[in-house]
Each structure stands twice: as C-alpha cells, then as structure tokens.
C-alpha cells in the first residue's frame, strides 16, 4: 500500500536550517506530482512547495520563495524539502502529500524555529 514517511523536523533557531525528507513506498514515485504542506497552530494547513513528475519548474508559496527548495530522488523514491533561513513563522506540522487519482498523506514532522 501507498506510505509516505516524513523525518527531518527539529528546534532550529531565526536563521538556520533544515531538510525535510519524505520517504514514499507503494507507488511507482516518478511517476506522481509531490508536495509539502505545512500546518501553525490554529491555522489552516497551507501549501509550500510542488514538484511535478513531468519535471517543471516546481512551485512556490510566495512565504517561502527563494527560502525553500523542493527536490527529488526517483532512485531513493524520495522527496525533500531544503529549508533556509527559516523564521519563526516558519514553525508548523510539515507534510508531504502525493498528488493524483487518489490523494495521500504522511504523518507529518514538527518544524519549531525559536531562538
């Protein structure tokens, strides 16, 4: 079955950074659009970052844009997410999700940025 695994998060201060990963198994991983969401407390879960499995551009929320990159492995069948400069406002529940005829979800990794 479709598992999607994330690891990375932490404490990190204003100004550091992370990289998130998202381990997929169950699923032909080259061939779905991925993302990363994140969800504050008390707010609503938002969109960060897409990549596409036809290889464009991947797209950004203007929040993180030039911050944050998305990427890939299609050999390790895994999906990352290059946080830098991160801020407080940064600090959320980070998921990755697959895109496609079914949608799926991880379980999430805590990002808390605090000084």
């Known amino acids: 079955q479709v598992k999607l695994v994330e690891s990375g998060g932490g404490l990190v201060q204003p100004g550091g950074s992370l990289r998130l990963s998202c381990a997929a198994s169950?699923?032909?991983?080259?061939?779905?659009?991925m993302s990363w969401y994140r969800q504050a407390p008390g707010k609503d879960r938002e969109l960060v970052a897409t990549?596409?499995?036809?290889?464009?551009?991947?797209n950004y929320a203007d929040s993180v844009e030039g911050r944050f990159t998305i990427s890939s492995d299609d050999a390790k069948d895994t999906l990352y997410l290059q946080m830098n400069s991160l801020k407080p406002e940064d600090t959320a529940v980070c998921y990755c999700r697959r895109h496609g005829n079914a949608e799926y979800w991880g379980q999430g990794t805590q990002v808390t940025v605090s000084s």
């Open positions: 990549i596409t499995a036809a290889g464009g551009r991947p």
């Open positions: 169950g699923f032909t991983f080259s061939s779905y659009s």
